[in-house]
T-cell receptor, first 108, second 117 residues
Framework: GQQVMQIPQYQHVQEGEDFTTYCNSS?????IQWYKQRPGGHPVFLIQ?????EVKKQKRLTFQFGEAKKNSSLHITATQTTDVGTYFC????????FGAGTILRVKS | GAVVSQHPSWVICKSGTSVKIECRSL??????MFWYRQFPKQSLMLMAT?????????EQGVEKDKFLINHASLTLSTLTVTSAHPEDSSFYIC?????????????FGEGSRLTVL
């Protein structure tokens, strides 16, 4: 069945350092979504990528969708303490499947 | 923006009892809602898709008689954990899309943390 792998599982960075999480799908996706879940909170939608090779930016966050529409990445430039949380990708093939998530910790 | 509300946010119950969790779409109609289960530091596992006016669609391995889902109106879906046991303790989250059939963003409820003693 459709699977979405996400790495790394955890990432501890010093405030100001960059952070990247990667997702890889076993099947071609119609779109990929990214969500952020703060500790103790619920997932909140960040963005959706639809087009092959698409790149979108939200301030310090850069989202990419691979040419083959099977992988994606989220890059945060100059992390801040407010970036802490778990970042999930969710790939839409036949259904929406969530990756395992990457837990980001930021040391100030 | 669209808001999905979930109640209760946490519940503690004795083993063998049943617990009902409500998921409401506050400012839009949701013909479809989704129920997830999340263990600590793990991903969201889709349990079932709740369809207004019809039976829910359960994912493989999810017991439909254990996790009863009712979607009686366009703004309310309920999940009842029947005869709960400690292994049912988890974080349960619902979500909905604003537009039926649209593969767009999901709006999540605040989640319900269930602890079964």
């Amino acid at each position: 069945g459709q699977q979405v792998m996400q790495i790394p599982q955890y990432q501890h960075v010093q405030e100001g350092e960059d952070f990247t999480t990667y997702c890889n799908s076993s099947t071609t996706l119609s779109n990929i979504q990214w969500y952020k879940q703060r500790p103790g909170g619920h997932p909140v939608f960040l963005i959706q990528l639809v087009k092959s090779g698409e790149v979108k930016k939200q301030k310090r966050l850069t989202f990419q969708f691979g040419e083959a529409k099977k992988n994606s990445s989220l890059h945060i430039t100059a992390t801040q303490t407010t970036d802490v949380g778990t970042y999930f990708c969710a790939g839409h093939g036949n259904k929406l499947v969530f990756g395992a998530g990457t837990i980001l910790r930021v040391k100030s | 923006g669209a808001v999905v509300s979930q109640h209760p946010s946490w519940v503690i119950c004795k083993s063998g009892t049943s617990v009902k969790i409500e998921c409401r779409s506050l400012d839009f109609q949701a013909t479809t809602m989704f129920w997830y289960r999340q263990f600590p530091k793990q991903s969201l596992m889709l349990m079932a898709t709740s369809n207004e006016g019809s039976k829910a669609t359960y994912e493989q391995g999810v017991e439909k008689d254990k996790f009863l889902i009712n979607h009686a109106s366009l703004t309310l879906s309920t999940l009842t954990v029947t005869s709960a046991h400690p292994e049912d303790s988890s974080f349960y989250i619902c979500s909905a899309r604003r537009l039926a059939g649209f593969t767009g963003e999901l709006f999540f409820g605040e989640g319900s943390r269930l602890t079964v003693l």
